[in-house]
Protein backbone atom coordinates (compact mmCIF):
# COMPACT_ATOMS: atom_id res chain seq x y z
CA UNK A 1 0.00 0.00 0.00
CA UNK A 2 1.19 3.35 -0.86
CA UNK A 3 0.76 6.28 1.29
CA UNK A 4 -1.38 9.21 -0.63
CA UNK A 5 -0.94 12.21 1.51
CA UNK A 6 -4.34 13.37 2.67
CA UNK A 7 -6.22 9.92 1.92
CA UNK A 8 -4.58 6.77 3.77
CA UNK A 9 -2.18 8.11 6.71
CA UNK A 10 -5.02 7.01 9.07
CA UNK A 11 -3.95 3.08 10.21
CA UNK A 12 -7.04 1.27 8.80
CA UNK A 13 -9.77 -0.24 11.38
CA UNK A 14 -9.53 -4.14 11.24
CA UNK A 15 -5.30 -3.35 11.65
CA UNK A 16 -5.76 -1.28 14.84
CA UNK A 17 -8.63 -4.36 15.82
CA UNK A 18 -5.63 -7.23 15.38
CA UNK A 19 -3.06 -4.93 16.98
CA UNK A 20 -5.41 -4.33 20.08
CA UNK A 21 -5.71 -8.26 19.97
CA UNK A 22 -2.05 -8.51 20.28
CA UNK A 23 -1.70 -6.78 23.50
CA UNK A 24 -4.24 -8.88 25.83
CA UNK A 25 -6.03 -6.78 28.21
CA UNK A 26 -3.86 -3.42 27.12
CA UNK A 27 -4.84 -1.66 24.37
CA UNK A 28 -1.15 -0.80 23.60
CA UNK A 29 2.22 0.08 24.83
CA UNK A 30 4.45 2.68 25.89
CA UNK A 31 8.19 2.26 26.72
CA UNK A 32 10.05 5.76 28.15
CA UNK A 33 13.30 5.69 27.14
CA UNK A 34 16.18 7.60 28.23
CA UNK A 35 19.62 8.57 26.49
CA UNK A 36 23.25 8.95 27.29
CA UNK A 37 22.95 8.01 31.33
CA UNK A 38 23.36 11.39 32.75
CA UNK A 39 23.98 12.89 36.18
CA UNK A 40 20.57 15.14 34.93
CA UNK A 41 18.71 11.98 34.79
CA UNK A 42 20.13 10.37 37.83
CA UNK A 43 19.09 13.40 39.68
CA UNK A 44 15.55 14.43 37.77
CA UNK A 45 14.07 11.56 35.77
CA UNK A 46 14.61 8.62 38.29
CA UNK A 47 13.19 9.68 41.82
CA UNK A 48 10.11 11.05 39.59
CA UNK A 49 9.50 7.91 37.98
CA UNK A 50 10.09 6.21 41.55
CA UNK A 51 8.11 8.26 43.11
CA UNK A 52 5.06 7.07 40.33
CA UNK A 53 6.30 3.58 40.27
CA UNK A 54 6.93 3.49 36.80
CA UNK A 55 9.91 1.10 35.50
CA UNK A 56 12.13 2.89 32.15
CA UNK A 57 15.05 2.32 30.27
CA UNK A 58 17.86 4.08 30.49
CA UNK A 59 20.50 3.71 27.61
CA UNK A 60 23.77 4.28 29.22
CA UNK A 61 27.34 5.22 27.33
CA UNK A 62 29.78 3.93 30.07
CA UNK A 63 32.86 5.62 28.74
CA UNK A 64 36.70 7.12 30.39
CA UNK A 65 38.68 5.19 32.46
CA UNK A 66 36.70 5.88 35.85
CA UNK A 67 33.45 4.18 34.16
CA UNK A 68 32.93 2.34 37.21
CA UNK A 69 32.89 5.24 39.82
CA UNK A 70 31.13 7.41 37.13
CA UNK A 71 28.17 4.73 36.48
CA UNK A 72 28.09 2.88 39.83
CA UNK A 73 25.05 4.67 40.72
CA UNK A 74 23.38 3.35 37.68
CA UNK A 75 23.34 -0.58 39.68
CA UNK A 76 20.44 1.16 42.44
CA UNK A 77 19.03 2.37 39.63
CA UNK A 78 18.77 -1.20 37.90
CA UNK A 79 17.86 -3.07 41.45
CA UNK A 80 14.74 -1.50 41.58
CA UNK A 81 13.72 -2.92 38.11
CA UNK A 82 14.88 -0.17 35.64
CA UNK A 83 16.12 -1.65 32.57
CA UNK A 84 19.93 -0.32 31.39
CA UNK A 85 20.87 -0.33 27.98
CA UNK A 86 23.72 -0.36 25.35
CA UNK A 87 24.22 3.13 24.31
CA UNK A 88 27.78 2.12 22.93
CA UNK A 89 31.29 4.07 24.79
CA UNK A 90 32.02 5.81 21.77
CA UNK A 91 28.84 7.42 21.01
CA UNK A 92 29.98 7.49 17.33
CA UNK A 93 27.80 9.98 15.02
CA UNK A 94 27.85 11.70 11.73
CA UNK A 95 30.96 13.04 11.35
CA UNK A 96 28.74 15.89 9.25
CA UNK A 97 27.93 16.88 12.82
CA UNK A 98 30.74 18.41 14.09
CA UNK A 99 32.40 18.66 11.33
CA UNK A 100 35.05 15.46 11.84
CA UNK A 101 36.35 12.99 10.14
CA UNK A 102 36.44 9.84 12.23
CA UNK A 103 32.00 9.80 12.21
CA UNK A 104 29.79 7.19 10.83
CA UNK A 105 31.05 7.91 7.20
CA UNK A 106 34.61 7.06 7.78
CA UNK A 107 34.11 4.02 10.10
CA UNK A 108 33.97 0.29 9.27
CA UNK A 109 30.95 -2.21 10.73
CA UNK A 110 34.23 -4.19 12.43
CA UNK A 111 34.26 -0.89 14.62
CA UNK A 112 31.15 -0.11 15.38
CA UNK A 113 30.96 -3.93 16.70
CA UNK A 114 34.39 -3.54 19.05
CA UNK A 115 32.62 -0.46 20.61
CA UNK A 116 29.50 -1.72 20.97
CA UNK A 117 30.79 -5.11 21.87
CA UNK A 118 33.15 -3.17 24.44
CA UNK A 119 30.53 -1.27 26.23
CA UNK A 120 28.64 -4.78 26.84
CA UNK A 121 31.46 -5.83 28.72
CA UNK A 122 31.58 -3.15 30.67
CA UNK A 123 27.60 -3.09 31.53
CA UNK A 124 27.68 -6.98 32.26
CA UNK A 125 30.47 -5.78 34.84
CA UNK A 126 27.79 -2.69 35.99
CA UNK A 127 24.34 -4.77 36.34
CA UNK A 128 25.38 -8.19 36.38
CA UNK A 129 22.05 -9.59 36.86
CA UNK A 130 20.20 -8.19 33.58
CA UNK A 131 19.48 -11.52 32.03
CA UNK A 132 18.71 -9.16 27.98
CA UNK A 133 19.83 -6.34 26.42
CA UNK A 134 18.36 -3.85 24.43
CA UNK A 135 20.76 -1.27 22.03
CA UNK A 136 20.51 2.22 21.64
CA UNK A 137 21.95 3.81 17.92
CA UNK A 138 23.75 6.93 19.03
CA UNK A 139 22.40 9.96 17.04
CA UNK A 140 19.49 7.35 15.88
CA UNK A 141 21.75 6.60 13.00
CA UNK A 142 22.21 2.97 11.87
CA UNK A 143 25.15 3.05 9.01
CA UNK A 144 28.71 3.26 8.18
CA UNK A 145 30.02 4.80 5.24
CA UNK A 146 28.50 6.92 2.79
CA UNK A 147 27.48 6.88 -0.91
CA UNK A 148 27.71 3.58 -2.43
CA UNK A 149 29.64 1.73 0.16
CA UNK A 150 27.17 2.89 2.78
CA UNK A 151 25.87 -0.18 5.15
CA UNK A 152 23.74 -0.83 7.41
CA UNK A 153 24.69 -1.86 10.96
CA UNK A 154 21.29 -2.79 12.06
CA UNK A 155 22.16 -6.82 11.67
CA UNK A 156 25.15 -6.66 13.72
CA UNK A 157 22.60 -5.31 16.55
CA UNK A 158 20.23 -7.76 15.54
CA UNK A 159 22.67 -10.38 16.46
CA UNK A 160 23.60 -9.21 20.00
CA UNK A 161 20.49 -7.54 21.25
CA UNK A 162 17.19 -8.36 21.50
CA UNK A 163 15.95 -5.26 20.42
CA UNK A 164 17.47 -1.68 18.94
CA UNK A 165 15.75 1.36 19.04
CA UNK A 166 16.72 4.18 16.99
CA UNK A 167 13.64 7.21 16.03
CA UNK A 168 11.20 7.73 13.39
CA UNK A 169 8.79 10.29 11.55
CA UNK A 170 6.90 12.41 13.92
CA UNK A 171 3.57 10.72 15.00
CA UNK A 172 4.00 6.63 14.10
CA UNK A 173 4.34 4.10 16.77
CA UNK A 174 5.87 0.37 16.43
CA UNK A 175 2.91 -2.24 14.89
CA UNK A 176 3.83 -5.01 17.01
CA UNK A 177 3.03 -8.32 14.52
CA UNK A 178 5.35 -6.22 11.74
CA UNK A 179 8.14 -4.32 13.56
CA UNK A 180 11.55 -4.86 13.10
CA UNK A 181 13.15 -5.52 16.97
CA UNK A 182 16.74 -4.34 15.85
CA UNK A 183 15.47 -1.25 14.76
CA UNK A 184 11.91 -0.05 16.51
CA UNK A 185 11.01 3.55 16.35
CA UNK A 186 11.30 5.92 19.45
CA UNK A 187 9.71 9.27 19.40
CA UNK A 188 12.06 12.29 20.68
CA UNK A 189 10.37 14.05 23.11
CA UNK A 190 12.36 17.62 23.76
CA UNK A 191 10.45 20.83 24.43
CA UNK A 192 7.30 18.98 24.68
CA UNK A 193 4.66 20.03 26.86
CA UNK A 194 2.87 17.48 29.04
CA UNK A 195 -0.34 17.50 27.51
CA UNK A 196 1.23 17.07 23.57
CA UNK A 197 2.98 13.36 25.01
CA UNK A 198 0.24 12.18 26.42
CA UNK A 199 -2.10 13.04 23.26
CA UNK A 200 0.70 10.98 21.15
CA UNK A 201 0.73 8.17 23.37
CA UNK A 202 -3.09 8.26 23.79
CA UNK A 203 -3.84 8.03 20.29
CA UNK A 204 -1.30 5.71 19.32
CA UNK A 205 -1.54 3.29 22.24
CA UNK A 206 -5.10 3.52 21.12
CA UNK A 207 -4.28 2.39 17.73
CA UNK A 208 -2.47 -0.88 19.34
CA UNK A 209 1.13 0.29 18.26
CA UNK A 210 4.42 0.18 21.12
CA UNK A 211 4.88 3.85 21.69
CA UNK A 212 8.30 4.17 22.58
CA UNK A 213 9.15 8.10 23.72
CA UNK A 214 12.95 9.10 24.10
CA UNK A 215 14.30 11.60 26.82
CA UNK A 216 17.32 13.28 27.37
CA UNK A 217 17.19 15.41 30.15
CA UNK A 218 14.33 16.86 32.81
CA UNK A 219 14.55 20.32 33.67
CA UNK A 220 18.17 20.37 31.99
CA UNK A 221 19.96 22.61 29.37
CA UNK A 222 19.89 19.93 26.62
CA UNK A 223 17.12 18.55 24.36
CA UNK A 224 14.97 18.42 27.68
CA UNK A 225 11.61 18.18 28.84
CA UNK A 226 9.92 20.20 31.77
CA UNK A 227 9.73 18.40 35.03
CA UNK A 228 6.43 20.08 35.46
CA UNK A 229 5.46 18.16 32.09
CA UNK A 230 6.94 14.84 32.46
CA UNK A 231 4.72 14.60 35.35
CA UNK A 232 1.96 15.34 34.19
CA UNK A 233 2.79 11.88 31.76
CA UNK A 234 3.67 9.83 34.56
CA UNK A 235 0.22 10.97 36.41
CA UNK A 236 -1.77 10.23 33.19
CA UNK A 237 0.35 6.85 32.73
CA UNK A 238 -0.34 5.40 36.29
CA UNK A 239 -3.91 6.85 35.77
CA UNK A 240 -4.78 4.64 32.77
CA UNK A 241 -2.08 1.49 33.73
CA UNK A 242 -5.44 -0.91 33.73
CA UNK A 243 -5.39 -0.01 29.85
CA UNK A 244 -1.65 1.03 28.67
CA UNK A 245 0.81 -1.13 29.59
CA UNK A 246 4.10 1.08 30.59
CA UNK A 247 7.05 -0.97 30.56
CA UNK A 248 10.64 -0.72 29.34
CA UNK A 249 12.07 -1.44 26.28
CA UNK A 250 13.35 -5.45 26.96
CA UNK A 251 9.93 -6.43 28.72
CA UNK A 252 7.77 -5.09 26.00
CA UNK A 253 10.73 -6.75 22.72
CA UNK A 254 10.15 -10.07 25.10
CA UNK A 255 6.36 -10.22 24.99
CA UNK A 256 6.85 -9.22 21.20
CA UNK A 257 9.41 -11.80 20.04
CA UNK A 258 7.80 -14.46 22.35
CA UNK A 259 4.07 -14.05 20.64
CA UNK A 260 5.43 -14.02 17.17
CA UNK A 261 7.23 -16.96 17.05
CA UNK A 262 3.85 -18.51 17.76
CA UNK A 263 1.91 -16.60 15.07
ZN1 LIG B 1 23.00 9.43 22.69
Known amino acids: MNFIPGKNWFVQKDVVNSNRE ?4 YCGAVSLSFDDGTANQLEKAVPLLDEMGI ?3 FYVQPYGDDWQTVYAPWKAVAAVGHEIGNHSIQHICPGSYLGNSDGLEDR ?12 QQRLNQL ?22 TRKSYVPLVAKYFLAGRSAGEYGFGNNPRIIDLACVRGIPMERMSGFEMIGLVE ?10 LVFHEID ?15 NYLQRKRDLIWTA ?9 AAKRSLL
Not at 22 to 25: D, K, Q, T
Not at 220 to 226: A, D, E, F, I, Q
Not at 248 to 256: C, G
Open 127 to 148: VPHQQQWTFAYPCYCQFVGKGR
Open 220 to 234: GSRLTVGSYDFLLLL
Open 22 to 25: FWGP
Open 248 to 256: PVVDVAKLI
Open 108 to 119: TLDEIEADILAA
Open 55 to 57: VAT
Open 203 to 212: ELTHQGLWVI
